[in-house]
């Protein structure tokens, strides 16, 4: 097994194991350096102390001076060099003769040593010196005489001991002391270990690494924008999509979202707690579809969580399931109205009444060539002009009278909307006009459409003769989902409305009685000429 494929468990046991054997090797260094610097102090104090005390003894002072001194003063000196165990002790006269010596073939000789000559001189002082036996701390003190003059020279010598000396003086410490502290670093070690792993839920740091990169594969692969944030506001996930529809450069992770995208959200989503669904917020240039949610872990908030399509996208999807779909109702009503004609026309020239074949077919192009020229001149929108012509021919499939007020006109949009933005919201309010004239019994059938265009406003007026709302349903109408019919996927029209009219700042009015029929008035404001312009 490679070491890149050993459990981190066991990484992390063998890193801390060394790094604890390390740490003991150091402080093991560093413990016997001073044990070595203890073991100086001690015999430099033990040597001094001998030499002080031998220097002062009357004997010694009485025969230094003398020419067989040697043979009182070395049993005296051997008797201190046993009691105060140290290696040796030296007296001297001034002469630099040896008196006394351990070995007794050296008494009489004469002291060369080199670091000797101070102690002549009335110093007191310790040297280090390396001789035949190893190197050796010396203390050196002279001898005074009752007159204070100098006779002679003590030097206390003691030979340092190996470093191995001073381990074995440790012996029963030491050993112990290292096992102990390996012991507990092993097992410290293993309970980091296993506390750490439980903390990454198992994984090893490769698992770890592999599902990072695929978590990022599936966030770039997804068509969607996606943005997280955490409680400090900074970013912590960002796909390519929500990259590229933001125009953002480079990567803003771990940036604060305030600064990366000033025009966002999310922030408050993660203030407040309240999640936002289907909604149109303008970011910066880019008008997008976003779903914010806040990220809670065991119901504590932990971060927000933005989800969103780009505007074209939306605008695309909804031109197909709007668009396409009222130009296929337009389709199928205008060639079933056109059939009719033809069956008229067809049974007018079989009764031979020519003359009013021809006025019918006059009649019918000029009713039709008039609206069709009216909306072109006074809608500058191809997209809801057809829509509008596609409503009337369906009116007049279902037995609706559908009227566009020949006072409309629209020739710019309001802030923040578009073409087909308006198609949402006047596609459905006739669209609901229609469900609700289908249940009334008594003719007539009509439903009234304006758009006036007021200069700092543009006001959308639908209304019809139909049941009429409730209270009841008046209060929950723009409610996601919330209908009064029993077929399925109804329920979204209204709120498509109510979303439009927020995205574009707008106001609605809803005036209706049961039985009394039903106007809603929705009123957004305009841009200036000027800021359209510019």
Known sequence: MSFRRLPVRWKITLLTFGIVLFSLLLAGIIYLGNLVKLKEKELEQRSMITARTVSQMSE?????????????????????????????????????????????????????????????????????AKGEQ????????????????????????????????????????????????????????????????????????????????????????????????????????????????????????????????????????????????????????????????????????????????DRTEVTRMAEELTGVRAFVDALRVQNHEHMNKLHTIAGLIQLNQYDKALDYVFQVTEEKGELTRFLSKRIHAPGLSGLLLGKVSRGTELGIQVVIDRSSELYRFPRNLDQHDLVVVIGNLIENAFDALQEKDEEPKKVFVSLLDEGESLRIYVEDNGIGIDDDTRQKMFERGFTTKTQPGRGIGLYLIQQVVEKGNGKLLVDSRPGEGTSITITFPMESEEAQSS
């Open 60 to 128: 010694i002072k009485e025969w230094v001076a003398e020419p067989e001194g040697s043979k009182k003063i070395n049993p005296i000196v051997e008797k201190i060099r046993l009691i105060n165990d140290v290696d040796y002790i030296v007296v001297m006269n001034m002469q630099k003769e040896r008196l006394s010596h351990p070995i007794p073939s050296r008494i009489g000789t004469r002291m060369e040593a080199g670091d000797e000559g101070a102690a002549f001189a009335e110093h007191i002082y310790v040297s280090r």
């Open 134 to 309: 190893g190197n050796s701390i010396r203390a050196f003190v002279p001898i005074m005489n009752e007159e204070l003059e100098q006779v002679g020279v003590v030097m206390v010598g003691n030979i340092m001991p190996s470093l191995i000396d001073i381990v074995n003086e440790h012996n029963k410490e030491i050993p112990t002391t290292l096992l102990l502290s390996l012991l507990f670093g092993l097992w410290g070690s293993w309970l980091l270990a296993r506390h750490i792993k439980r903390q990454m839920f198992d994984l090893e740091p490769y698992e770890i690494a592999r599902m990072l990169k695929e978590r990022t594969a599936a966030f770039d692969a997804i068509h969607e924008g996606v943005i997280a944030i955490d409680n400090n506001e900074r970013i912590t996930i960002i796909n390519d999509a929500a990259k590229r529809m933001l125009n953002i450069k480079g990567d803003p992770r771990g940036k604060s979202i305030r600064k990366a995208i000033p025009d966002t959200r999310l922030p408050e989503v993660l203030e407040t707690g309240q999640a936002f669904y289907n909604r149109e917020f303008q970011i910066g240039t880019a008008l997008i579809m976003s779903t914010q949610v806040p990220i809670k872990l065991n119901d504590i908030p932990i971060g927000a969580l933005a989800i969103f399509q």
